[in-house]
């Protein structure tokens, strides 16, 4: 396959994971519930829906590929469950603007881990474009903005130093199964989650339903193809991508819950993805002249 068709690939593959992905905000809303209880039922039904889906491709050899993964595959899905968590946590101690503000520096701590561990650099345009993405996102909540203190950064550095370094992981080890190390992170989240809880995870049927239809289908579809998007794309292009699940988010929520978002919301969104368009094109015209 040429790099051009690699790189094409592995920007469908990874968009389309974030268009799916981005569902989250909205069933969560559509449940009426949030903290460590919807986290719990998330991920439970992720993690379950994963083993029927693991064990539906590997034909009989999912022991062997387990074992292959080893801890490689752990240390890369215990990276999975705990980026949601954290995200969790900081939307729960400073708010969804701060967290969102945060998330959007995952580029940035992906390109790091990739130079100081991989000696991999990051295209100039990709750091750019994720300081246009930070620009917009903050323009759409300015006005919550105004506050942040050492308490906020604490809480919300996370999400984006392990999402970063999850993707960063994956660029670099291919041959770890991608539905298995979403599989771990199902795992992880939905123990960390119950714990958090105290056991306290009792939610009625109507609730239960979009989690269900959030954890069974979205979060394994959209993890997996995010992962399989780094086989083709560097991981802080990959990163620079989820950083739409911001802007996508809202649209589904104005669609489907009417909430029409103000004018800087629209704003900021046309700076975010105009950021990731511009970076997606010059890249791929890059990866044209390389073939």
């Not at 990739?114 to 474009?129: D, E, G, M, V, W």
């Not at 086989?231 to 996508?248: C, R, V």
């Amino acid at each position: 396959m040429s790099q051009r068709r690699e790189y094409w690939k592995g920007i469908t593959v990874t968009f389309v994971g974030v268009l799916v992905l981005s569902t989250d905000a909205l069933l969560i809303r559509a449940s009426g519930i949030s903290g460590p209880q919807a986290a719990f039922w998330r991920a439970s039904f992720a993690f379950f829906a994963l083993v029927l889906l693991f064990r539906a491709t590997t034909r009989g050899k999912w022991k062997e590929i387990l074992v292959a993964g080893g801890t490689r595959m752990l240390f890369s899905g215990f990276l999975w469950g705990t980026s949601g968590l954290t995200f969790a946590i900081g939307i729960y101690h400073s708010g969804a603007a701060i967290a969102l503000v945060m998330l959007a520096l995952a580029p940035f701590f992906a390109a790091t881990h990739s130079y100081l561990f991989y000696r991999t650099k990051s295209h100039p345009l990709t750091l750019i474009a994720a300081v246009g993405a930070i620009a917009g996102i903050a323009y759409m909540y300015g006005s919550q903005l105004d506050c942040i203190g050492p308490r906020d950064l604490f809480y919300t550095i996370w999400a984006p130093l392990i999402y970063g370094v999850n993707l960063s992981f994956l660029r670099r080890h291919t041959e770890i199964n991608r539905i298995s190390v979403s599989m771990v992170g199902g795992l992880v989240g939905a123990v960390i989650s119950v714990a958090l809880a105290k056991g306290n995870v009792e939610v009625t049927a109507a609730q239960l339903l979009p989690l269900a239809i959030l954890g069974a289908l979205m979060i394994p579809f959209g993890q997996t193809a995010i992962g399989i998007g780094t086989k083709y794309i560097p991981a802080g292009e990959s990163a620079l991508i989820s950083s739409l699940e911001t802007i996508i988010g809202i649209f589904y929520v104005w669609v489907f819950l009417c909430e029409v978002p103000s004018k800087e919301t629209l704003i900021g969104a046309a700076v975010v993805f105009g950021s990731v368009i511009a970076n997606t094109l010059v890249q791929a015209y890059r990866a044209a002249a390389r073939a």
